[in-house]
């Protein structure tokens, strides 16, 4: 059984950072492409970045290129969102989600296991 958990969000004010964390449980998960995607209230689910099972390949959604970087340890099988520069407009319920078929992507249903997401608030 895989088990996706996030944790990290929080309130900050704008241009603070926050770092996301998401733990990812289970014997294999270390080999799952993994996915950060945010809600915001009344929105569609958004994709923020993605990252391969080595880590050596990362993609991030327009709207926090230059701002977010997405890293993992293997090793702890937990993968990192590091927001910098953060703005009101990334206030959202953020989750992370992983991919068993291997081949990870930008879109929700390309992932199958999924956490209870974390809310980040930036006030203004």
């Known amino acids: ?61 327009d709207s926090v290129k230059g701002r977010f970087t997405i890293s993992r340890d293997n090793a702890k099988n937990t993968v990192y969102l590091q927001m910098n520069s953060l703005k009101p407009e990334d206030t959202a319920v953020y989750y992370c989600a992983a991919d068993s078929t291997l081949r990870g992507g930008v879109h929700p249903w390309e992932y199958d296991y999924w956490g209870q997401g974390t809310q980040v608030t930036v006030s203004s």
């Open 1 to 61: 059984q895989v088990q996706v958990v996030e944790s990290g969000g929080g309130l900050v004010q704008a241009g603070d950072s926050l770092r996301l964390s998401c733990a990812a449980s289970g014997r294999t998960t270390s080999t799952y492409p993994i996915g950060w995607f945010r809600q915001a209230p009344g929105k569609e689910r958004e994709f923020v970045a993605a990252i391969t099972w080595s880590g050596h390949n990362t993609y991030y959604g």
